[in-house]
């Protein structure tokens, strides 16, 4: 049952065990109200002609809760829902049996329903079925044990039901979300390297210690752009599993991890250039490698990144090895004259040694759109870095 994990391990397993961590993913597309609207009634009405619970509510309930645009999250919920309300409704009708119902008994029984909730690894919403249950159960009254049983069975009735309605036609995977995500995460990172490229100097600027140059946030931000893709990848994973209408998305999930996990790697290297550009301009230290000569690097870097990934606001593209290879060419030049003159210029060892530190993550950022634009074999995905 489980989806073999491509491009590095960015793609969720979508085992068994972890379909009872799935979350509510909210209301959706118009398209998805309509269909919520049309399963609660049928829940409603199947519940009031067929079962034999007092009130027909648990049915239409548990349909309105579980229902998801996709087929494997619809049944993550399902099974927390069914199990969580079985869980509830059977205790709390044993305990109400034995020990009446009075303030202290329903004040231990939500207590504890809430401790057993806690210690259960499912998602929130799959723990808080248990004590939800329990309230009911308590609220409404103890019955026979009978009709309690017929609550927990209107419950599995609304779970197939939500189950039916997603199964029966489900939602289209929607791809272009990831690849907004992506596109975002790409724009994100070619900011921060224009940032990065002009935000040192002028000659003689000073920043106090403890305080950042302006690039700093924009490149921690960069991480949060990488966890968004990453979700989007996940969602759009799961909205293709289990679904008819998504195995020509689910053929192209391993590629697309792999666009990720590549664009990754870039994105922790230019954090890395940011981290070190901080560190080594406007310190009140003489530099060989000045901010002027910093700042072409980076704007040749940026533009290599241009050809490479596509401009800002553009699809994500991958560019012809031609065009990527001339523009490599060029940087590696340029670098190459950098490095010797950091090397002929620089009195201080350490100074050198940062300079060349600081080129040499260029480079990597330059081998890395290299391998961008060529890249087919997902076993060398390690040396890419991580998202």
């Known amino acids: 049952m489980a989806q073999s994990s491509g491009g590095g391990g960015l793609l969720p397993e979508l085992r068994l065990g972890d379909v009872l961590q799935q979350r509510n993913g909210g209301l959706g597309t118009p398209a998805h109200i309509i269909r919520l609207g049309i399963a609660v009634t049928v829940a409603w009405l199947v519940a009031i002609t067929f079962s034999r619970s007092s009130l027909g509510i648990f049915a239409p309930v548990t349909t309105l809760l579980v229902l998801q645009s996709s087929p494997w999250s619809t049944l993550g919920l399902s099974l927390q829902r069914i199990l969580g309300t079985g869980l509830g409704v059977l205790a709390a009708s044993i305990w109400v049996n034995l020990v009446g119902l009075s303030w202290w008994s329903f004040l231990i029984a939500v207590v504890a329903s809430l401790f057993v909730a806690r210690m259960i690894p499912w998602s929130i919403a799959g723990q808080i079925q248990i004590p939800i249950a329990v309230v009911f159960v308590l609220a409404l009254g103890s019955g026979s044990m009978q009709q309690d049983i017929w609550r927990v ?96 998305v689910a053929a192209r999930l391993d590629e697309d991890a792999r666009r990720l996990r590549r ?101 990597h950022i330059r081998r890395q759109l290299l391998i961008y634009s060529t890249w087919t074999d997902d076993s060398l995905d390690s040396e890419q870095g991580d998202v």
Request: charged share 25%.
């Open 263 to 363: 664009l990754g790697g870039i994105g922790v290297q230019v954090r890395g250039i940011a981290g070190a550009a901080n560190l080594l301009f406007d310190r009140g230290v003489t530099q060989p490698l000045t901010p002027d000569r910093f700042g072409e690097l980076i704007d040749q870097t940026a533009r290599m990144a241009r050809v490479t990934l596509g401009d800002e606001d553009s699809a994500l593209t991958q560019a012809g090895h031609e065009s990527v290879e001339r523009e490599s060419g060029e940087l590696t030049a340029a670098l190459d004259a950098a490095a010797r003159h950091v090397m002929v210029h620089a009195d201080d060892v350490q100074a050198v040694i940062d300079a060349i530190a600081l080129l040499g993550r260029i480079d």
């Open 153 to 248: 069975l209107d419950v599995v009735i609304g779970g197939l039901i939500g189950l039916l309605a997603v199964y029966l036609y489900p939602a289209k995977p929607r791809p272009a979300e990831f690849e907004a995500a992506l596109t975002r995460y790409r724009d994100a990172i070619i900011r921060v390297l224009d940032l990065v490229g002009h935000g040192n100097g002028p000659e003689g600027r000073l920043l106090e210690p403890g305080v950042n140059h302006d690039y700093v946030d924009a490149s921690r931000a960069l991480r949060d752009e990488a966890d968004s893709a990453r979700q989007a990848l996940v969602k759009l994973a799961e909205s293709s599993f289990w679904n008819p209408r998504g195995r020509e």
